[in-house]
């Protein structure tokens, strides 16, 4: 049996696994409010921690260096160029692999989810942001290191302020911000609507909109169907660039289900390049959950720790 | 010494090379305005045929199925669903591969152009439209059967429309036509300027534009500029997406140098997500000329045979 412990750190939070071959057996959730992401990081390792522990991973939100396990920057997560791998290794004498947090949950989803089986997959998170990761070949691709930004490609002349600093990348317009954004600019332009009598301006956020449009609001299906959209329309780009088997939609507002990802299919498909001469990829939720980040995680150190042996 | 010929099939003209190991001993341009695409190909090859050659390689503009050699659609080429690989293999009785045009000119730029020693290179080919394909390890990396077609990528909401029947792709706004359109449109509201005195309204196209811009024309050089600009956001979504080691510009108005590729690196640079802590991976002009989907396909069909063999 081989032991492991994943964590996926985020930027207030981090949620530790502990994996007995690929069976999560433990996890917890730990608030991580300060500055220390390292110090963090090695303190809820060390909750799950027995002797039996063969190796650790880490999925760390932003760009992460794979090959020397170096978080270099993320705009969620403070600190920059710090070695997670170097400090995890020393604190605890095993192999220990760092990666960007959604590498690592995309090979969960290869290994145990939604994407067993497949090739060629692209897995897109649609949460705060939009993350990603490319497997190519079965394999994760990293180009240099940083692969799968797709957050951050160009979807809007003079658009919306980003998180990252620039303007108009496609997740100003297509995630869980951009939603509540849309929610209080249509309450504002609507105050006497049904939504607006159940939610005050302050109440409009990703979560009370989906979970208005799941219990049938036609307003607030309207406005998850307009987030849909544009995240159809980044994934239709996606696309024509990676012609991928199949895209796995994971993170908090992607597993919303098929009020955002029927319209997000309705446009991919038809603005699909050559949409009359090829099938849409199947664009399904991931099978894993939240979890999927941390478990990946420690499947990419037991991998490092079989190819070591 | 390995003999081995090699076409490029766009939408008006075919060129052919032959090639003795990795040297080009003839080529010719062929003109194909019908509508029988495969037996322009077959009568393209048959031009540089003699016994000796052991294979022959196609690179078609438009969506491919490099497994079959299919040429699936393309808007340029005519046909769809035509069995390239099929009707060469049995004209020639050689092994035979047919590719897309810019993964067959990107397997030329890494074997002996820009790229070479690279691992993870995007080629970008600007001219009529926007091409490309993805170097991934070390290989040519199709997805499915059709990556690298962001072209079509989504670059402006309620945007031109494009060749390809959907609205506001990125060549839409980066390509040949882009820029000749820009130049009318300038020259419509500006018919006293320097530039309009040298070039009627009917001639304006790239070629013009470029070449006045190279002589140090001022308006010319920020009509090229814009186009620049533009390309270089597009190509900064490829960087956030792949973080290529390299970005490799081919096609006609590629070439044309630092009046495009300047203003494209600055644009770049600046909109690079997490710009300050990672470098911009060099964007070269391609090594290779227009020769180089043709001699691609050549090599990639000499490969298909060392792998048989």
Redesign the interface.
Known sequence: MTVSIGIDVGGTKILAVRIEDDEVVAQELFSTPGKDMVGSAVAAVRELWTDDVSSVGAGVA??VRFVDGVF???PHVPG??VPVREVLEREFNVPAVVDNDANAAAWAELQLGAAQGRN?VLLVTLGTGIGGAVI??GDV??????????G??????NGLQCD?G?RG?WETVASGPALARIGREFNALNPEGQLAQRLRQGDFTAETITRAADAGDETARGLVSQVGAAFG??L???I??????MIVVGGGLGSVGESLLGPARRVAAD?L??G???PL?PIVVAGLGPESGAIGAALLSQERLARAS
Chains 1, 2 share one sequence.
Do not use: T
Request: glycine share 12%; with cysteine.
């Open positions: 932003g760009l270099v920057w993320g920059s160029n060629d190519a070949d691709y990293r180009g240099s290191s940083f692969a799968g930004e797709w951050h490609m160009h979807y809007q002349a990252c620039k990348c329309q980044g239709c780009s996606l024509a660039i990676f012609d991928p088997e603005a390049h050559g009359s001469h090829r990829p």
